[in-house]
């Protein structure tokens, strides 16, 4: 193995670890492998430099050799999977990654670590938003839009106190980074490392670093909008409560005030004029939009641990021919409303027909069981399919 351990008589364990994610990086990989080197050299730390090659056809391997790092060749692809492969490579009881795109200040690397163990911290992170950015080194739409939104949200949602969650210079103890169980293969791997910590309240702390601008040739791996959802996704997949409390919030309420308004109809208040047309319509629609939700926080518990409310647990567990009787039960009663409102238009030789207040509260009232219906088929058919896999694998 070639890497910069400082091997002394007292111990040749290695106790930092630097991994380098790498796809084609030989424009800026040998000068980070430098600042790594000259920040380590001589502190005293026994430490190894790891290039995680991700299928690199330029110099990278050849670079990362010359300068006395050790190269791990990861098959999966993605920016995640590398660092994975290099982390769980890694022999140091501490590991340190960044980028290999020579933006990061990693010259601060020594810095990072002493705070992880002063601080005796499960991770460190080096906040670019709290130091110096240089002009042009970060996109204005992820220092102001992107980054902030995203660190917002995980401050909100999971009790982080952070200023850079999306900072991909981070130092770990490798002993706690293996009890998470981080498994994103994408981008999205930054936002899962800082959320499972934060969910196995782990000790993070940030210390103030900044950003350098990159080679202006360089093609960027980050696609801002793709990547930003995978990571919007990820935040929301660990926190299904969200969308179940607010979906049953919204199919409640609205159902419970549109069947008030089916009952007194128009009526005014002051200058407001409650329970018409208008009124009725938006009920529909949050009563829609509440069913979405609440679907949606149902195919996120499937891939959760967290549990659900008590009623939920018993919606998802429905056996199937309860589900069949519900479907059944609701096609029939669909079917008769069409059918009698039919009749009547029918009745009324096909004109003058005025029974919009009744049918927006049919609707409601249909559409909505309707589509939870429909999608509790698909969860049914989706654990169906996913048993399979399992057993054939």
């Not at 670890?17 to 730390?45: K, M, Q, Y």
């Not at 050849?62 to 492969?85: C, F, K, N, P, W």
């Not at 919204?250 to 069947?259: A, H, R």
């Not at 208008?278 to 949606?296: K, N, T, V």
Request: net charge negative.
């Amino acid at each position: 193995m070639s890497s910069a351990v400082d091997e002394t008589p007292e111990t040749n364990e290695v106790e930092l670890s630097f991994v380098f994610p790498c796809l084609n990086e030989e424009a800026t990989l040998g000068r980070c492998i430098e600042w790594v080197h000259g920040s380590l050299r001589d502190s005293g730390v026994s430490y190894e430099i790891v290039v995680a090659d991700n299928g690199s056809t330029d110099r990278s391997i050849e670079i990362a050799e010359s300068l006395d790092a050790r190269v791990e060749h990861v098959t999966r692809r993605g920016y995640g999977a590398a660092l994975q492969g290099g982390i769980g490579s890694a022999k140091g009881r501490y590991v340190a990654f960044a980028d290999a795109d020579s933006t990061y200040l990693v010259e601060n690397v020594l810095e990072l670590y002493q705070a992880a163990i002063r601080e005796d911290a499960d991770m460190t992170s080096a906040s670019r938003l709290r130091g110096d950015i240089e002009p042009g080194a970060m996109p204005l739409l992820h220092r102001y839009l992107g980054t902030p939104v995203i660190t917002f949200l995980i401050n909100t949602l999971f009790g982080g106190q952070f200023s850079d969650s999306n900072s991909g210079f981070r130092c770990l103890k490798k002993s706690s980074y293996d009890k998470w169980n981080v498994r994103a293969d994408g981008m999205e791997f930054i936002g899962e490392l800082l959320i499972k910590a934060l969910k196995a309240n782990a000790k993070i702390v940030e210390i103030r670093s900044g950003l350098r601008r990159g080679p202006s040739d360089r093609v960027a791996h980050l696609r801002t909008w793709r990547d930003g959802m995978r990571n919007l996704l990820f935040i929301f997949s660990e926190r299904p409560e969200l969308f179940e409390i607010t979906g049953l919030f919204l199919i409640l309420s609205s159902t419970l005030v549109q069947f008030v308004a089916f009952l007194l109809g128009p009526m005014a208040l002051g200058p407001l004029n409650l329970f018409d047309l208008h009124s009725q319509a938006l009920l529909l629609l949050a009563g829609l939009g509440g069913a979405q939700f609440y679907l949606f926080s149902w195919y996120l518990y499937l891939g959760s641990d967290a549990t659900p409310l008590p009623f939920t647990k018993q919606v998802l567990q429905l056996e199937e021919d309860v589900l069949f009787f519900t479907l059944l039960g609701l096609g029939v009663t669909g079917a008769t409303v069409v059918g009698a409102i039919f009749w009547q238009w029918i009745d009324s030789s096909f004109r003058d027909l005025d029974l919009i207040n009744t049918l927006l509260f049919l609707i409601h009232s249909l559409s909505v069981p309707g589509i939870l219906a429909i999608g509790l088929l698909g969860i049914h058919v989706f654990k169906k399919s996913a048993v399979k896999q399992h057993l054939m694998q």
